[in-house]
Structure formats: C-alpha cells, structure tokens
C-alpha cells in the first residue's frame, strides 16, 4: 500500500490488522494479508510515534503535539489530548492509564477512557524516550541528562540518575537491572528500585540507540560506528563490530 509520504515508525500488528504512520500525517488502518485500506485518520503533522493498540482502541501521537484516541475498528476521534510539544515516542497504558512523554519535556498520565490529565511529571528538557513500567515504578529518560523513575502511587520521584549528556534511547529493564546509553557516550547498568549505579562501559562517542539483550548480552549501537556486545553481568566487552557509519537504530536478534 503506497502512502503520499514517507514511513518512519514501526507499525503496529493486532491480529489481522497492521496500523502505520506517515510523514503525510495519516494513520493507517490495514488488513495485513491483503494490503487493503481499512480506514485512516488524518492529523495535522506528521507521525513519528508507532501506534499503542488496545481491545477497542488506537493511541497514536503526532508532530502536531496531540495524542489522539481512535476507535480501532471504524478510526472514529473519540478524544484528543493536546501536549506542548512533539511526540516522537510510543504511549504505553496500565489500568486505564496512558503513559506518554513530549518533547515539551513532561510526561503525562491521561485516563485512556476520558483523555483526561490524571497528573503529569516535569523534566526540565525534551524527551524523545519512550516510558516503561515495571513493579509500579516509571522510568523516563529526558534530554535533561537524567533517568527518573517515578512512583505511579504517589506520582512522586522515587530517584534519578543523572549522566553528563543527554539520554535519547529508550531504556531496558533486565532482571533487576535497567540498562541505557547515553549521548556521553556510556552504557550504563543501575539497579532499577534503587538508581544505583552496578557498572558503565565507556564507547567512543554518543549513543542514541536503545540497547536490546539476549542471554545476558546487551547489544546497542553507538554513534563512533561501533555495535558492541556487553555482558550484563559485570559490563565487559564481549566484542564489537565496525560499521560504516554512526548507529542510531535499535540491533534485532533473530
């Protein structure tokens, strides 16, 4: 199926239906054996964000700053949530709750039935990560230098961890250990209730990517052409392998 633009985020698979964004600003709605359109939403910038798909519903953000909440099977508008800056991130939702960050530098929980602000979280720079949740603890990462991990109780700071630059990538948690790299060119591993720091790799220039991990090696690209393998039991190189240029995508392991 051919759109008018360009197509940057990953689409998103629910049973037989594929859903994709689109530099033309439309969401699409597609039956994924045959190609066919469904149905497709049209925002007013570009989709950067892949679509967060639920029994009845479709997230999907805009570079118009606005979250939009769709009826999975028609693409009705049912609300819209409208933030101060892009989005260029994935929402995630627990019990009714959508999580979602903005390049306006905050993070927002919205009540995914009402596209109401239940509360929201303050960092003092853009955030381009997407939130993850794990034992009631939400992490986000923010081109402020800092990790946060945020009670979803109390809405308070549990703790942060800060780096000496900018954090791009989407974070990973392993066991009890959340592992990320950092635009000051380290990989970092912190215990995730606690933000303390168990060990850092150092590479040889930013890293945007987010890390992936497979039987205890966490694999993530850097901008100095290099994909390493780390072992994330004591943060020792395993190897690494030169590319031809500066990595920004995240491996895939077959």
Same mark, same amino acid.
């Given at each position: ?23 033309? *600003?439309?969401? &699409?709605?597609? +039956?994924? %054996? ?43 508008? /049912? ?6 800056? %892009? /989005?260029? %991130? ?5 019990? *009714? ?6 390049? +306006? ?22 955030? &381009? ?6 034992? #009631? ?7 402020? #230098?800092?990790?946060?991990?945020? #009670? ?60 992936? /991990? ?19 039991? +004591? ?20």
């Amino acid at each position: 199926y051919k759109t008018k633009d360009q197509n940057n985020p990953t689409p998103t698979i629910d049973r037989d239906t594929l859903f994709a964004g689109s530099d033309d *600003n439309n969401l &699409y709605a597609l +039956d994924k %054996n045959s190609g066919a359109l469904l149905w497709r939403y049209k925002t007013l910038e570009d989709i950067r964000s892949s679509a967060l798909v639920t029994e009845s519903m479709v997230y999907v953000g805009s570079d118009d700053d606005r979250l939009y909440a769709l009826n999975k099977n028609t693409g009705e508008n /049912i609300w819209t949530f409208e933030t101060g800056g %892009n /989005i260029y %991130n994935s929402p995630i939702t627990e019990n *009714n709750i959508i999580y979602l960050s903005s390049l +306006d530098g905050k993070l927002y929980a919205i009540d995914a039935t009402t596209g109401k602000l239940s509360w929201q979280f303050n960092t003092r720079s853009s955030i &381009y990560a997407a939130p993850i949740l794990n034992d #009631n603890l939400l992490y986000i990462a923010s081109y402020d #230098n800092n990790l946060y991990a945020i #009670n979803i109780t109390t809405q308070k700071e549990a703790w942060s961890f800060k780096t000496l630059y900018k954090i791009h990538g989407t974070p990973l948690i392993e066991g009890e250990n959340i592992y990320f790299g950092s635009e000051d060119g380290n990989i970092y591993a912190l215990n995730k209730k606690t933000g303390t720091k168990i060990w850092e790799y150092t590479t040889e220039a930013g890293i945007q990517a987010s890390p992936i /991990i497979k039987e205890n090696v966490l694999y993530i690209g850097s901008k100095d052409d290099y994909l390493y393998a780390i072992n994330i039991l +004591d943060g020792t190189l395993k190897w690494r392998f030169k590319t031809g240029s500066d990595i920004y995508t995240t491996a895939a392991i077959s």
